[in-house]
């Protein structure tokens, strides 16, 4: 069955540490990437997406995400966190069938950011 | 720019009530879904409706839930019999169709909060 990993489930960070969560998927097909940030108490935001073209993808809030189609990853990335990135991060896979299509969630990660 | 809404933003149901949560998706959209996040958990897939009718579901979508597209607008979730383990954030999310080069991205609503007592 088709299925998105999100390995770290908790991350703890100081401020100014750079960031990296894991996320790969195992489906043969076409895909479109997305990393969604949940704030406690709200709901989902987009932080970036990937379609095609350039695999190094930058989105809001200084993040980034690479698509290595090879390794069926798509890590989320951010050099420097702040205490303001405390969230938790979803990798959520598009899975491209003939005529339909399903986005699946990985099970997320908690970011917390110690000032 | 065009938003999924959903409502009511929270509802609070005794065990067994029959509870619906609305959805106004995006215009020119012609896929709708419904996703579940039990609190603490991830987001987890439950229904795609297209053409009117539905075009895949999870093993979470029992016969306790069915969805409908009353009009030409509203795309809704109806529980007839809530149970406690209901109790989530539900979103409401809209694509355009995969073709004529669109990406199909999913657009979600914010969510709408249902606990039952």
């Known amino acids: 069955a088709q299925s998105v990993s999100q390995h770290n489930h908790h991350v703890i960070l100081s401020e100014a540490a750079s960031l990296e969560l894991g996320c790969n998927y195992s489906y043969g097909g076409t895909v479109n990437l997305f990393w969604y940030v949940q704030y406690p108490g709200q709901h989902l935001q987009l932080l970036l997406k990937y379609f095609s073209g350039d695999p190094l993808v930058k989105g809001i809030k200084g993040f980034e995400a690479e698509f290595i189609k090879s390794k069926f990853s798509f890590n989320l990335r951010k050099p420097s966190v702040q205490w303001s990135d405390t969230a938790e991060y979803f990798c959520a896979v598009n899975l491209i069938y003939t005529g339909f299509q399903k986005l699946v969630f990985g099970t997320g990660t908690r970011l917390l950011v110690s000032p | 720019e065009p938003e999924v809404t959903q409502t009511p933003s929270h509802q609070v149901t005794q065990m067994g009530q029959e509870v619906i949560l609305r959805c106004v998706p995006i215009s020119n959209h012609l896929y709708f879904y419904w996703y579940r996040q039990i609190l603490g958990q991830k987001v987890e897939f439950l229904v795609s409706f297209y053409n009117n009718e539905i075009s895949e579901k999870s093993e979470i979508f029992d016969d306790q839930f069915s969805v409908e597209r009353p009009d030409g607008s509203n795309f809704t979730l109806k529980i007839r019999s809530t149970k406690l383990e209901d109790s989530a954030m539900y979103f409401c999310?809209?694509?355009?169709?995969?073709?004529?080069?669109?990406?199909?991205?999913?657009?979600f609503g914010e969510g709408s909060r249902l606990t039952v007592l």
């Open positions: 999310a809209s694509s355009e169709a995969l073709d004529r080069g669109n990406t199909g991205e999913l657009f």
